[in-house]
């Protein structure tokens, strides 16, 4: 089916996409997957885009343990991996996440060990700076990730599509911040990140306090969502656009971009210019804009200029 | 009047309100206000919910000297309070608040005490810092403040409700950041918390320039409120329905959830991380997790579930 | 033609601009600009008002080498102009602007001078921190700057607009980050500003990465804009008459708000509180609390007021 | 014999203090303490001179419960008590402290109360503040704060006299970061302003992590007390001398200094630049200023100048 | 060699490290080292003591590209292992060690890849942050590290240093911080830890932008190292000794103030206080205090109480 | 007189200077400064060395309202200076100076103009920052600055030199916050770098809040200064040694140190290292590294080094 949706992406996209097409289905014969993780699927469906999914159907793609530690080892792998200039980040089978799969991880969260009340809070402390790292990656890795939902994306989802750069959603999508209902304050993302990401602090106390489902239309309005499909597949058509058009474009501006986005997020602007100015300094020098200026007097798209990896 | 509304709110929450509805109605014959506060009205509608309402409706619920310390006492009591886990703030009579009572201000404002320049300076930082703890005490209250505006909510009013956690009005609310208006910059809070609080700069500059009126739909649409409604009636309603909700929750899932957006508003996305770590070391003990899946699996609701005080 | 706009502008303000309407004539008739800038023209449509105009319409108000020196010289003279109270900046002829004027400053980006790597990279961060500096000067200045947008605005022009305090636009005018497409991130402040200046991380992201534009209603549905006008007339009559309330008011209101409403911006709350009430230990003391104390009282506008230059 | 130290004091000060003598005499018939306080002795030795003691001798002058909240009262009142412009603080008895009184204060730290782990925990940070806004009371205090140390100081001693602007001690004197000794990690200020204080990070962890004594030898040479005193009647003039030098210069200048020094230590020196200039454009108005520069030209000391009361 | 300087440490301890001792001698018998690490080894000296041996000797300690990798492995298992509770470190040998190994890293930093310049430069950050992981390893590990010097520390080595938490040399030692002899900036560390280190930032600025070599008696006076030893023998027992009085305290209450120590350094005091405040809610619950407690109770001395793991 | 003392610095260093000498002499006999400036005169000693001396010997080196503004004309040109690539910093005549020159700037801060009160404390803002700009240019230019003191430093002169790098002084040198003699709080930069300059906190606070006098030995000993010579021709000669050790090495690593050493200084180290990696991802690629590391290998030093300029 995803096949499928890939396929129907790329035909909407008057052909441009033709030549990418065939490594594609190539692809796609010769297994989804090129990775060894059991609960992620990493796919390239197009030159330099790599396709993340969450990949535990069967279980509502609720994020075990096993998922924790494999997050880290796939996007520390991206974030080194030449031929990926962009990743689009979505949900295998009919929902995006259930969240948290609480069964499996009871016992580091239920049970830590520890002889007294401080060295299990010593334990707990280590566990959840684990945890926070899972999603801490996206961020880290230099290539943007656009995320993709469908359905529910509940708990640890949302602590998961915060760390993302470029949200998009299908119109059947909601979003709940689950944790005060199980009895804590959210600690891997949601509470840090959800306030830089939608507009307004209202919104967010609201639905961190009350649990509330918000659904596509407010995700839109708020900000939350920069886009809303109708459904799966029209989305994961527009993110591989949307990836296309990254992909094509110089990789050190494009992930330049996102490493002083994040930077200037947590610092002020004076700070933010001092950084930017010291990054350039060197990144200006790149081929890449002589080759981009050149194709810009020749009236050529980026799509028709040869970047070298990074 | 107040007391109807109370009713009316439980009324229409599908009787689920009833048990507590006794209660309301029995604090009200009693009068409304277990406080000896003057400008202050501070009940108890239903269970763990406290009710502070600006009292004094006779004079526009201006800002009095009395205000300004009353405010002070009364969140400090609210917040080592264990029976109160929200909190409700709206104003009697027929609108939120006209700002600061000058009348009664203008002895601390117009002609402060000094005997050169630097000596009153001096004794004005004073007061502006005495000032600006009226507003910063809702904020380090660990209860969730909703507020609720119906009316007019001119200058100071609006340093007042940035500072609470969600906001509420009715269809003919409007806001005003007057302080441009009689000659000084808002220095009791809106400068600073309104620009973390709508997502527009463009926006809030031009508020504060031209201290031009803000109608309830243009508050939605920016962010300002997270929700409106037709008339105080439906808007009192909806607070006690979104405040039963949150107190329904388990207060160290709730309190822990308020301390750490207050936290990361002002701090980076790492920083903001590694404090969360260290809260939840311990807070992640908290039997209130237990009995919040345990209620999950038996498919019960949080208000199903009896957590300790706090 | 604009003389046109500006005079439409005072008609439609009913009567109150007719005295300032004279004064703009004869400015208009001695000829647009006092100032020997190349790229800019700056002249007093109104009292108290100066309007700085992008001017190179014949190459389509590119950002020429001329251009980012003269902007730092304007600006630094507006701050100190105790004539002027508020600025309105817009571009003249067809459109806003189209960017950085990549022929004129190809050797300053492009070929920069250094024996080695290191002393390359050494000169061209202090181009691109002269650079950051051409807009920085808006925010250092205390006068409060209205941008008015029409037709595109490109690559630096949006580097530009989100150094204003308030900005509007035009229904055709559209906005595009246009770097990432000539190979680089941009750094004269778009990726520093830009998030703060709007609601929605992911919508930054997009438009950060994939270069697209953005049309006047997306403009304003996210924040960036906060009114949009039917074409230029409008606007720069809208413009006239913001700009007209504002400098009707205190100075030194006015000024406080915009110095403490950018130091808010990069500190956290309780930081700009204290700096907030240091700044008001003396600024409480002018007389221009009183007039306006009076006015009000008198039930007079600010613009009955006369209140002494700053 | 306290009072012999302090007639000493002034004996040696070549009678310049004569006339303040004769207060001071007055004064310690009439009674040590005008305060209330159980555990502190509050006097005034000489004009504008506050002399706060540590008065439990029988018990080693350890920190009890009431000492806690005894101090925040009393240096609250020091901070608006216009009569006051300089505080020394030292102990009565045989040595300056020997720390927290465990005994007393179990209840609070080992016994809290709390139904379950989080509960504890709550309210153990609770206490916790509360303790550390003991000696933040004396950083707050605009007044500067002269530490005076004889014999141990102890565990809760170095926390009190880091938070002190100028550490004096006698020969005799020895200090000891203790807490690691009982097992706790130091939480009421040695861990964050020790480091701060000294110019040796080495010595710093080596002091906190081994809990060894250092002696006043090294104590100066390392930077902790800037003045070493053969014996308590020597420093006891020492303190008295310096208080009587601060005391006499503008109170302008002198709480202008010790709150931008306290500022500047937690903030760049960007920072601390804005801060001291937004400080300075109304302190600077100050007719000290005049007084000072006059007697500056009349060969006058600031001793022979009178200024107003702040 | 080696095993004989322990030998005489343990005997000068008065006969306290006696059973510590022959655990000792078993393990210089089976080897000295249980890890595989060609560039260190790790012994355990005595209960709960690593000592990491910087082990190139023949190549003078240079620090070679495998010694990079190795730290970071190394001081990851020392953090995680309840077993150690102090590491000490010091270099095999003549001397501590003269730097980078220039010959073997020359390709890393010398001939970076990439295809042009900005690409060149972005593997060159890559490498550099790589590098600084090194060191900061040490700081992140929560268990406090004793560095011991004898003869040169070049280069990388005061980076490596002034990572630790407490330095001791012997008088032979001496420091130099090279970088700007082979024309860089240093990058691992010392430019960002140095001037926190010691006391005078004139000495700091010499140090760095002469090169010149700095003997053991100006680093005792300036603070960079702690104490000074005629010679490695008594230095090794001294550390010893001191790893042996921080190895016999509460591992909670040791590796807390660790944390706090460096939390400490980067954030403000009103910071430092509220995560302190918030580590030591949970903290403040262990066993350790009350064994404590009650061993100063009964005059026993820390050596005398067994805590349990962490 | 002067230049006796730098031709016998020369002299001193066993001829390596003596190419370097006759440039000298040439340029005092043409006269001691190229420059127009009136209060400072600036002259090259050597090759790379810039000689900037505090010139108004008859008024004791008061700085008068030109200095204010001829030191940020000064070091701005400094600045961009490829030819120099260390400065000293003198004061001519007898002492190095006096400090404010209270008649010269009478008008601006004791006479400051306004309408109101919120005028003139604008006004004063606005000159504070001025003034504080003076000797922030000092840290803003990338070449290091060795600051030699004689005789007394007193006020502003204090101010000056906590502002440069490197601070060595004579024996009958002393130094003197006088600030809070004349009624105010020091405003131009003591306050804010002094605590950073000098290892003890408790020594600041006193010479800040008595104005006492410090001597060139507790200079020293408390880290004001890194050294002090017996007289100022001896001190010169060290300068100008230490200068020429500083010009002889690579400017990208030396220039690279100091802007490095500022920014971790106002920045945690993780930032610090952040930054580092960021500025030397291209000033590694300086073929500086390359010319040096061959150096090295040849065993010659530094000054057989010919480096490009910068």
Redesign the interface.
């Known amino acids: 089916q995803m096949s499928f949706i890939i396929r129907s992406a790329f035909a909407k996209n008057r052909g441009l996409w033709s030549p990418v097409l065939g490594a594609v289905r190539t692809m796609s014969s010769a297994g989804d997957s090129t990775s060894s993780f059991t609960t992620l699927s990493v796919t390239r469906p197009a030159d330099s885009i790599t396709h993340v999914e969450l990949n535990r159907p069967e279980k509502r793609n609720a994020m075990s343990r096993a998922f924790w530690s494999e997050m880290v080892d796939c996007f520390n792998e991206i974030a080194?991996d030449a031929e990926c200039r962009v990743v689009i980040f979505s949900g295998a089978g009919k929902l995006f996440t259930s969240g948290i799969d609480?069964m499996d991880m009871a016992s580091d969260?239920?049970q830590?060990e520890g002889?007294?009340?401080?060295?299990?809070?010593?334990n707990?402390?280590?566990v959840?700076?684990k945890y926070?790292e899972t999603f801490?990656v996206i961020?880290k890795c230099p290539k943007?990730v656009i995320v993709a939902v469908h359905g529910p994306c509940i708990g640890g989802g949302v602590d998961l599509i915060t760390a993302c750069?470029?949200?998009l959603c299908t119109q059947d999508a909601w979003f709940q911040v689950k944790?005060?209902?199980?009895?804590?304050?959210?600690?891997v993302?949601t509470?840090?990140?959800l306030?830089?990401?939608?507009?307004?602090?209202?919104?967010?106390?609201?639905l961190?306090?009350?649990?509330?489902k918000m659904y596509s239309d407010e995700a839109k309005?708020?900000?939350?969502?920069?886009r809303v499909f109708p459904d799966k597949e029209a989305m994961m058509a527009g993110a591989l656009e949307?990836a296309g058009?990254?992909a094509a474009?110089?990789p050190?501006?494009?992930q330049?971009?996102?490493?002083?986005?994040v930077y200037?997020?947590?610092?002020?602007?004076?700070?933010?210019?001092n950084?930017?100015?010291?990054?350039?300094?060197?990144?200006?020098?790149?081929?890449?804009?002589?080759?981009?200026?050149q194709a810009?007097i020749e009236k050529k798209g980026?799509k028709e200029v040869i970047?070298?990896?990074?």
């Open positions: 080194v609480l969260i239920l830590p002889d007294d009340q401080a060295r299990v809070s010593w707990l402390r280590r959840i700076t926070q801490s961020e943007p750069d470029i949200r944790e005060v209902d199980i009895g804590l304050a959210a600690d993302g509470l840090q990140r306030p830089n990401v939608i507009g307004s602090r209202s919104l967010v106390s609201e961190a306090l009350t649990a509330r309005s708020c900000g939350l969502v920069s949307m058009e990254i474009r110089s050190v501006a494009v330049g971009t996102k490493i002083n986005l200037s997020r947590d610092h002020g602007v004076t700070e933010g210019l950084y930017m100015a010291t990054w350039n300094m060197s990144m200006l020098q790149t081929h890449d804009l002589m080759k981009s200026a810009a980026p970047f070298s990896k990074l």
